[in-house]
């Protein structure tokens, strides 16, 4: 959806696992969120990337988590030791203009990701 | 962080009535999108309004950003318009990290 592609479209783990969710927009896209939806909840915030570097992991539940964006495109969310309550749709979004940091918000399809 | 709080969390409607949906939010915001998340899980973007007033088809939207609240019309509804309509505002920090509401439920019954 709207330029962006999240891979895999969905994820079944067992707890414990380690998983890695990518995200692969169109190029060009200087910033770059991660959020996540659990059942019945709106997204929440997770980590925005400028270029590279993550400006704000404020939002990222605990160490188990991480993600990375080696070369300001594609990013790839890690999740190790998976919990049942990691269970949700991960959702990557990036701004409407590229190389703009604000502005309207548009969402990836998200994975979804199922912690047995 | 910001809070937002959505109204109604349910609604119900007959086709070809008409709604509107409130969202109140804590803290001065650079922007407010209004999304509609549909049964399949996407998040399609129907306004981006951080103030005044737009209108797109049969939907519209108002934001009066000083009185920290935002309205979504939507009118002459149609079983299609069922979903979760979500507020997002944000920019404060002048990126876009938008805070999400827990979102309306919208069923529109034939």
């Known amino acids: 959806g709207a330029g962006v592609s999240q891979t895999p479209s969905n994820k079944v783990t067992e707890k414990g696992k380690y998983v890695e969710l990518r995200c692969d927009p169109i190029?060009?896209?200087?910033?770059l969120y991660w959020y996540r939806q659990s059942l019945g909840q709106g997204p929440e915030f997770l980590i925005y990337f400028q270029g590279t570097g993550a400006a704000d992991d404020s939002g990222l539940p605990n160490d188990r988590f991480f993600a990375v964006r080696p070369e300001g495109s594609v990013s790839t969310l890690k999740i190790q030791r998976t919990e049942r309550g990691d269970s949700a749709v991960y959702l990557c979004?990036?701004?409407?203009?590229?190389?703009?940091?604000?502005?309207?918000?548009?969402f990836g399809e998200g994975s979804r990701l199922t912690v047995l | 962080g910001i809070q937002v709080e959505q109204s109604p969390p349910d609604l119900i409607l007959q086709e070809g009535a008409n709604s509107t949906l409130r969202c109140n939010f804590s803290?001065?915001?650079?922007?407010l999108q209004w999304f509609h998340q549909n049964p399949w899980g996407q998040l399609i973007n129907l306004f981006y309004?951080?103030?005044g007033t737009k209108q797109n088809g049969r939907l519209s939207a108002t934001t009066v950003a000083t009185e920290r609240y935002s309205l979504l019309y939507i009118s002459s509804s149609q079983t299609t318009d069922s979903g979760v309509y979500f507020c997002?505002?944000?920019?404060?920090?002048?990126?876009?990290?938008?805070?999400f509401g827990i979102g309306t439920k919208l069923q529109v019954i034939p």
């Open positions: 979004a990036f701004p409407r203009a590229s190389g703009r940091v604000g502005g309207e918000l548009f």
């Open positions: 309004i951080p103030s």
């Open positions: 803290d001065s915001v650079n922007n």
């Open positions: 190029s060009g896209h200087t910033a």
């Open positions: 997002a505002p944000g920019g404060s920090g002048g990126y876009q990290k938008v805070t």
